[in-house]
């Protein structure tokens, strides 16, 4: 098992720097086997096609990101303390990884299903660690007791991906992912909507 592990992780390193030069549709399962100097029926052993392997691949990714991310959580000084560690996250996962989110897509009117596949799998990890960042500030005494972690992590990341596609669409005639300036504009706002939503969950004590 330990070597089949491996193996499956040789794939997703190869096929991660394939798709970064040349991106999903001119990436063949051929050229991953050959840059891993593996049979194409090695490589489906694995991988039932390229979609799968790339949905593995941001999978992979995520789980690295956001692994120190949660457990942070626990040991953090406050809420602001985590938000400001996410942040710098994002950014440097928009600036290494922006070509796996399909950037482009999003200034379409119908993205592809495997983007919204894609999508959905990075705001199911979102909304778990920001649900837990909440639960984390109520157990604090820091954020208001009365607040619906899970419900509320959810309305967030619906909030901040409404506020990445809007950006997107705005950028669409000169979109460069490559723009540390643009993106830290998209940054600071996406900070903002943050400062926004923690501030009106802050417990305030009630004064007769």
Known sequence: MA????????????ALKRFKRF???????????????ISKGSLYYYFSDKESIYIAVVEHMIADCFFDMLAYVDTAPSTTAVMDRYLELKEKMLLEYHFLFGVNEWIRDRPSNLMRQIIELLQQVEISFLSATIKKGICCGELNEDTNAEMTAQLLVNVLFGLWVIWCKWQAAGFDPHDRNGLRCFMD??????SIFFNGLRYRPVIN
């Open 23 to 37: 991106g999903l549709s001119k990436t063949t399962m051929e050229e991953i086997a050959r840059d891993l100097e």
């Open 189 to 194: 706002r996406e900070k903002q909507v943050l």
């Open 3 to 14: 070597e089949q592990d491996q193996k499956r992780t040789l794939i997703l390193e190869a």
